[in-house]
């Protein structure tokens, strides 16, 4: 994460399954945030998070 904030980029984003609570919580003490509610999509059911730098 540290290389792609030094290269400029201004977020990053992940989606983990909701169900999938230990992604979550690793996801979280990486900086990321949920950026609303989960959503389904073609690939499945996803919690899009963002980490800002």
Known sequence: MRALFNE???VIGTDPHPANERAIAVYRKLGFEPSGPPRDTRWGLI???LAKQ
């Open 8 to 10: 400029g980029a201004p």
């Open 47 to 49: 919690l899009p998070m």
